[in-house]
């Protein structure tokens, strides 16, 4: 069975765990969380970056940055993660959901302004597949309506537009190192905070609300709870695991690349005899391979493909049931325009297997079964 996500090992994983045991420190904010945050500082230019539990959890540190309080709107695109709008409904917020573009499948610049009320605080875009949303308009239209913005880089991680690393551009950003990810820990995220008046209150939110940060630095003579806030450091097993991938960032990076241009030399026929349609990048960007995906013509085409390739012992899967369709979505948020690109993509995409090591002959199979449809 190919199986759609293998996590990659770089092979000095479990030696530096051992070394973490070694040092006896097991906890938070130990010699691996500040290799991995000088790592991410450096490589993004970030004014601080934070190690989280998850992206859920810098997500959520996000939400209460922004000050979101019940009422409040923050504008998103509904094909996404459920972790980018619970993060805000958690706070009383409310996901007003626009609709993507029919290229990248990322939120629709043209729709936000027209999305955007009173009520409206900040908007996150999600950069879907690794590939980055058209920041510039974005950040104009934030500036000009006094909004903050809250990159969900989840996927993005060494991905750039405009040859700025993804989640370094808005106020906010925020990082995944789930399995399923390129830079793997499990589960683990970051929060980037490139406005510095969000620094030092970032740091007591993340440490339960206090100001424990400080007090180890020596800046006050003892610790206590000052603000809001909870548990979100990773465990220093979780940061040592995930310093061994951040320091074969670029070759697992170029490895994942090498996949998906299988796949896109592969699927180039098929798609030029109109059986699917291949990702689109922008000149802007640089992607990361985060996934392969391709769009079928119809849902029942893709479930007879799921099906076949499963028969093959290939397993592809689908993404997202749109949130402003789901139950959740439908009683905490409210659509902020058509949804007609969300609705129709989200029955027709299809991902395939993507990982490091993928053997090279893959797509060359999958396009095969593809053309036999």
Aim: glycine share 8%; aromatic share 8%.
């Amino acid at each position: 069975m190919i199986p759609f996500n293998k996590p990659y090992m770089t092979g000095r994983e479990l030696w530096y765990i051992a070394q973490a045991h070694t040092n006896g420190h097991l906890a938070g904010d130990g010699m691996y969380t500040n290799k991995c945050r000088t790592w991410l500082e450096t490589f993004t230019g970030t004014k601080k970056a934070l190690l989280t539990h998850s992206c859920t959890a810098a997500l959520e540190m996000a939400a209460i940055l922004a000050n979101i309080q019940p009422g409040d709107e923050v504008i998103m695109p509904s094909y996404t993660f459920v972790s980018t709008a619970n993060a805000f409904v958690l706070r009383g917020g409310v996901p007003v959901f626009v609709d993507i573009r029919p290229d990248t499948l990322n939120i629709d610049e043209t729709k936000i302004e027209a999305a955007i009320t009173s009520r409206t605080k900040a908007i996150v875009p999600v950069h879907y597949a690794g590939v980055g949303c058209e920041m510039n308009v974005i950040l104009d239209i934030a500036q000009r309506h006094h909004l903050m913005v809250i990159e969900d880089a989840a996927q993005g991680i060494m991905s750039t537009y405009a040859g700025k690393p993804l989640g370094s551009i808005g106020h906010l950003g925020a990082y995944s190192f789930h399995e399923t990810k390129n830079i793997i820990s499990g589960e683990g995220g970051a929060l980037l905070i490139n406005d510095e008046r969000f620094a030092g209150r970032a740091e007591i939110i993340r440490e339960k609300g206090t100001n424990r940060s400080q007090f180890f630095r020596g800046e006050v003579d003892k610790y206590s709870w000052v603000d809001i806030g909870s548990s979100y450091l990773p465990g220093e097993v979780i940061s040592a695991f995930l310093w061994a991938q951040m320091e074969e960032a670029q070759s697992i990076t170029e490895r994942r690349l090498a996949a998906w241009d299988s796949y896109h030399m592969a699927m180039a026929p098929l798609e030029h005899d109109g059986l699917l349609r291949r990702p689109i990048v922008p000149s802007e960007c640089r992607h990361n391979a985060h996934m392969y995906y391709v769009l079928l013509p119809s849902l029942e085409k893709r479930t007879k493909l799921i099906a076949d390739l499963k028969r093959e012992g290939i397993h592809s899967v689908f993404h997202y049931v749109p949130l402003h369709s789901s139950p959740a979505g439908r009683l905490f948020g409210r659509v902020g325009s058509s949804m007609a690109v969300t609705d129709d993509i989200s029955d027709r995409l299809l991902r395939l297997p993507l990982w490091v090591g993928l053997n090279t002959e893959i797509p060359k199979r999958v396009a095969d079964i593809i053309a036999k449809q």
